[in-house]
């Protein structure tokens, strides 16, 4: 009878601590959420077969997107098919182009063993391949680079699928005497951080890519300019405002990540005032804007422990200190509030209204990547401007909260990613998606036709661009739904690159979270026992 009590009493704990956890995994906590970053992880990387331009693969999972884009570049005498449109219109540009595949690399270079068990290896790989393909064919000469194709204005006149389109594809490229420094640069770091992801699986596509790379960052680095001032078509749409000091350094913080050369990090050394490395303390990391990025890279080096010559060490350890200035201003622990990320009742880390959910993604990849990178130097704290100190651990739950608003956790309880959960964006401004497939309806639709019989109709888009992450909520966490919202409706290639490695992350924490708990259950039994 004891023993039979006993063994009930048992039960009835593991009951308690079953619905415990199943409360807590309803609430977003507990063993590693309620939300499927596995699903989450799927669908980022599924939104990038429906960004593709070009002569589309037998395996194209997206099957409401077809070849489009199959005479770029033919104007001008070189081959430009392919690469990814940026967002819901039909243009490609080069350097957003190019940070998406840095980052969406970063991502694979960094968490390569969780996306793997994630089952996704195959799809990560074929993502960065279709960017960086057609990032070599843009490099058509050791100092020319081709950086958009198709015209903004004339493009966003005309609401076509990507399929009908007949606006101009006129190619636009930076040389010897149209410098792109910044384009230049980023282009070199796209392809380095892949050189590292192909290392293994391809050899010789590494060695092109990194061949490439170090051709850019010369060509970048000796003929200086933006690229906004070569292609002034580009200055509506993605101007380089921070200039190109930041994408030369990132470009030889890459390089030295994927060579071990010296030479690229005495670079990013001997240039750091000069470029801005060490003078820019920032509160925002994007395609324009990568000092908080680089100085993680360099802060990287640093935490490594010899791999660096030590008269190197006082400039890293001011890399080191601006990384963790942008770190802590996404925890709000900076001295002075104008120092800090601000953030929304609902808990959004909060830049700018357009397109603000760029910023909030970025901040969760570079969040993850640095507490990792606190943990595996051992060292746990950061310091704060003011004598604040912050943890690892509230690097990665502010990361993790993040990625949780994105996903749902937020009060309108709308997921931001398209497609995920039960209430997500259905007018997503995407010109693609909002139009009837060329599958089910290959008839032409004309340019203003588009806008007439598709944009203006109050409807859900007829196919759901899965994976995309839209614009998102004002700083008052509202969000309306229209397809001519484009500030919150529309969604952007590098807004989901950086949360594939946080999706593929926080999936393997909440396995091991899930791992763990059955393990002490099976040995609470085997006490009962």
């Known amino acids: 009878m004891a023993a039979a009590m006993t063994m009930c009493a048992a039960v009835a704990v593991l009951l308690v601590l079953t619905s415990t956890m199943a409360a807590a995994a309803g609430d977003g906590d507990g063993d590693g959420g309620g939300f499927d970053y596995k699903k989450a992880l799927h669908s980022g990387l599924l939104y990038f077969e429906a960004q593709r331009s070009g002569h589309l693969p037998y395996n194209q999972r997206v099957r409401w997107r077809g070849h489009s884009g199959l005479a770029d570049g033919l104007q001008q005498g070189v081959d430009l098919v392919g690469g990814y449109y940026d967002a819901g219109d039909n243009v490609k540009f080069g350097l957003p182009m190019a940070f998406t595949m840095t980052m969406l690399s970063w991502a694979a270079a960094e968490f390569w063993d969780e996306i793997a068990a994630a089952g996704e290896r195959r799809h990560v790989l074929e993502a960065i391949k279709w960017g960086t393909d057609y990032l070599v064919k843009a490099h058509t000469a050791a100092d020319e680079l081709w950086a958009e194709v198709g015209d903004g204005d004339t493009d966003h006149y005309c609401w076509q699928r990507p399929e009908d389109m007949t606006t101009s594809r006129q190619a636009y490229k930076v040389d010897r005497d149209n410098p792109g420094s910044d384009v230049a640069g980023e282009t070199a770091a796209a392809l380095a951080a892949a050189s590292i992801v192909f290392r293994r699986s391809n050899p010789r596509y590494s060695r092109l890519l990194l061949r490439h790379a ?42 030295h990540r994927a060579t071990g050369r010296r030479g690229y990090l005495d670079y990013a050394v001997a240039m750091a005032d000069e470029l801005g490395g060490v003078g820019w303390a920032v509160t925002e990391f994007s395609w324009d804007v990568k000092y908080a990025g680089l100085q993680i890279l360099a802060a990287k080096v640093l935490m490594d422990g010899g791999d660096h010559p030590a008269a190197h060490a006082a400039t890293l350890e001011q890399y080191r200190s601006k990384a963790e200035h942008y770190l802590c201003a996404c925890l709000g622990k900076n001295a002075a509030a104008g120092d800090n990320v601000n953030r929304t009742a609902g808990g959004m880390l909060f830049v700018r209204r357009w397109n603000n959910m760029q910023y909030v993604t970025n901040a969760a990849f570079l969040l993850t990547v640095y507490s990792r990178y606190l943990r595996d130097s051992g060292g746990d704290t950061i310091r704060c401007s003011g004598g604040a100190m912050a943890t690892g651990d509230e690097l990665a739950a502010m990361a993790r909260a993040q990625a949780d608003y994105v996903l749902g956790d937020n009060p309108a309880g709308v997921s931001y990613m398209v497609g995920y959960g039960r209430r997500f964006p259905r007018r997503v401004h995407h010109r693609g998606a909002s139009m009837v497939s060329h599958r089910a309806d290959g008839r032409f639709v004309g340019c203003v036709q588009g806008y007439d019989r598709w944009f203006r109709r109050g409807g859900a888009n007829p196919n759901v661009v899965a994976g995309a992450i839209v614009g998102g909520p004002d700083d008052r966490d509202r969000f309306r739904d229209s397809r001519d919202n484009y500030m919150q409706t529309e969604a952007c290639t590098y807004n989901t690159a950086p949360m594939v490695g946080v999706f593929a992350h926080l999936h393997a924490q909440k396995m091991a979270a899930r791992t763990a708990n059955n393990n002490a259950d099976r040995s609470m039994i085997k006490r009962v026992d």
């Open 214 to 255: 170090e051709q850019l960052f010369d060509f970048g680095d000796r003929y200086r300019g933006k690229y906004d001032s070569s292609i002034g078509e580009v200055r509506a749409y993605y101007a380089s405002v921070s200039g190109y000091g930041d994408e030369l350094l990132w470009a030889a913080l890459w390089l």
